[in-house]
Nanobody, 125 residues
Framework: QVQLVESGGGLVQAGGSLRLSCAASGLTFSTYSMGWFRQAPGKEREFVAGLSWNGGSTYYTDSVKGRFTISRDNAKNTGFLQMNSLRPEDTAVYFC??????????????????WGQGTQVTVSS
């Protein structure tokens, strides 16, 4: 049974930092690209960051470029999202997702095979 479990969310003041983790089990993590998505209240879920299966390529939505960093440790089957200079508009539930390597280079949600349950990030002003 495949599981993705996010952790590291919480309440932080604007300008602060959080590091989200995504622990994967039940799959060969090194053959999956990973992505982070978020959903703010009343809004649709949106792509935040992606990292290719081999760690060779990273992608970020414009609003987080220069502030967020996606990374992975395949030996520990864990992915990370380091979030710095947080803003109130970053408040959302953050989800990690895994996409098998052969499912192409798109970061669209339907291309992802597995999803975590989400972790809440709240940034106060």
């Amino acid at each position: 049974q495949v599981q993705l479990v996010e952790s590291g969310g919480g309440l932080v003041q604007a300008g602060g930092s959080l590091r989200l983790s995504c622990a994967a089990s039940g799959l060969t993590f090194s053959t999956y690209s990973m992505g982070w998505f978020r959903q703010a209240p009343g809004k649709e879920r949106e792509f935040v960051a992606g990292l290719s299966w081999n760690g060779g390529s990273t992608y970020y939505t414009d609003s987080v470029k220069g502030r967020f960093t996606i990374s992975r440790d395949n030996a520990k089957n864990t992915g990370f999202l380091q979030m710095n200079s947080l803003r109130p508009e970053d408040t959302a539930v953050y989800f990690c997702a895994a996409k098998y390597v052969l499912r192409g280079s798109s970061w669209e949600e339907p291309t992802f095979n597995y999803w975590g349950q989400g972790t809440q990030v709240t940034v106060s002003s």
